[in-house]
């Protein structure tokens, strides 16, 4: 596992608790409880301070799983392999 | 504070078994605000697990109306511009302009006269931390940016008219603008594209400072209670050994401005209870001379003790503390030599040492601004008038007593002591539970309680509070005690004792158990002791009656009492039966 993600995991950590690895990697808005609309803000503002970048707030509704976030941060920032 | 340690704090506190709750007013989506806020309570309550309730968006007005029915140990409101009329917002398309304009500032006033009457029908009890509006208006007004419009003027003037009203009662605290200021420029404190999306108005340095200063508000930092001061390029400009007792200055036309503030800044403090002492490298005689010009801003009577000698300063600040028998972790020690400072700090490390700048006026500012919010107090009652007197009387009595011989139970019978008992005081008091929160040797077991707690634990069947005031011929010490208890089947459980070590050495604690076991007819009195890194007093008075020294709960039964009691010589008088 490379050091973005393991990165991107300790954010995801951070908004919604202790989860096991396995957990986070197939983590999604239907498998982890606390997972709601306040929250992906919340997840979103912690990976903006922790990869000093910013979102496109349009495309938070799609962000619901950490595949999701991982691919949206490859795609639009580069920072995450 | 970043956001994702707020989160972590916060997690962190997730097993804490007592909770702390909060009940947050505010209009807009709380998100981070709640975040930083409870994180930062959390940090100045870590045995506390912070639980913060939030209201419904839109709505900060009917949430403070149910503020009423809510069970909480503390409120916290933050206000914004669009709580007044939602015109005053970014997500809100009312229209702007002048035809608006009127009709924005009545529906202001309207609004803040709604939130006035909601904030008078909170639990009196429960302290209330108010933040006033701290983002910019937006230009919703016919004036260009750098022009003030009327209508702006007149909303303001509302609301500074509410704030004022509001802040009369020192349960209600209103966040002071300027300490937000320092923190977070009002130029980056509104995230307009968080507003437009999801309701949040604030950055997230803006909602940290925010949050910190509503926690500062709701849970203060404890208040140091004694300054020592030198004297020479501190007290005054100039060495008074030197320049003789009128040739030292404080004046501006001498270049002692900042000598001439500090003074005031002293005497200020000394008039809400602060004590002050001088601890100075000169001749005695000079020094007093020159503590007696009449021009001096900070009364000569304001300052007890006076330690003038060649010797350390650490032993001048060990006799202060001895005479004012408080902690060093309470004081604070400000000297223009950093080297006396740090030998003062290497003596007594939980003393905070304060450089006086003398020349660098950025920093006496600074060092001024320190002073006021290490100080600083909710509020001024009639105990802290009487601080700096009583302790002098106690250290004549003490002197009276060596010289006079007089044995302790003369000098007692001599004193015509009078304890005035109060059961139950109303819960305006704030005397009591002030007492209780700041009290460390005469301490039973050093439990901290919030206003709230402290009001649901006197619901409890039996339970009482007993508060005492004292004065004798030296004086009145003002309230000195505190118990709290509950008195059931002949027994009375003590689980709150406090009493000022301003009071110590005149039996007053014996006195309080024998009222105790006459007024409940109790057979055994049980107290809640726990042991704490400071209060030996408590435990040491207990060990004399008990033979052994407490190590937890422990219970004196009348006979043993009765046995081990001194002679008592106070007067008892009752304020309410």
Known sequence: ?81 | MKLTEALRIRQGAAGVPNSFKVALACGFTPLHLETFLAAHLQQALPGRRVEVATGLYGDLAGTLERFAEIEADAFAVALEWPDLDPRLGYRNLGGWGPSEEIDMVKHAQATLARMRAAIERAPASVPMAISLPTLPLPPAFHTPGWQASAAALDIQQSLACFAAETARRPIHRVLNAQYLTGRSAPGGALDLKTEILTGFPYTLAHADAVGEALARLIQPPPVKKGLITDLDDTLWNGLVGEEGPDGVNWDLSNHGGLHGLYQQLLGGLAAQGTLLAIASKNDPAVVDRALSRTDLLVRRDSVFPVEVGWHAKSESVGRILKTWNIAADSIVFVDDSPMELAEVKAAWPEIECRLFPKKDYDAAHALFQELRDLFGKSSVGAEDALRLASIRRAAELAQDAVVSGATPDEFLAQAGSVMLVEFNPPPEDTRVLELVNKTNQFNLNGQRHTESEWRRELETPGAFVMAVSYEDKFGPLGKIAVLKGVARNGDVDINAWVMSCRAFSRRIEHRCMEILFERFGAEQLRFAFAATPKNSPTAEMLERFLGARPQGEVSLSRARFAECVPALYHKVEYRNG
């Open chain 1, 1 to 81: 596992m490379d050091e973005q993600t393991q990165r991107l995991m300790t954010c995801f950590r951070t908004v919604f608790g202790d989860l096991s690895d396995a957990d986070l990697l197939n983590a999604s808005m239907s498998t982890v409880a606390g997972w709601d609309s306040v929250a992906s803000i919340t997840l979103v503002n912690v990976i903006e301070e922790e990869f000093q970048m910013q979102f496109d707030y349009d495309a938070i509704p799609d962000l619901t799983s950490f595949d999701a976030v991982a691919k949206y941060m490859q795609a639009n920032n580069g920072a995450h392999a």
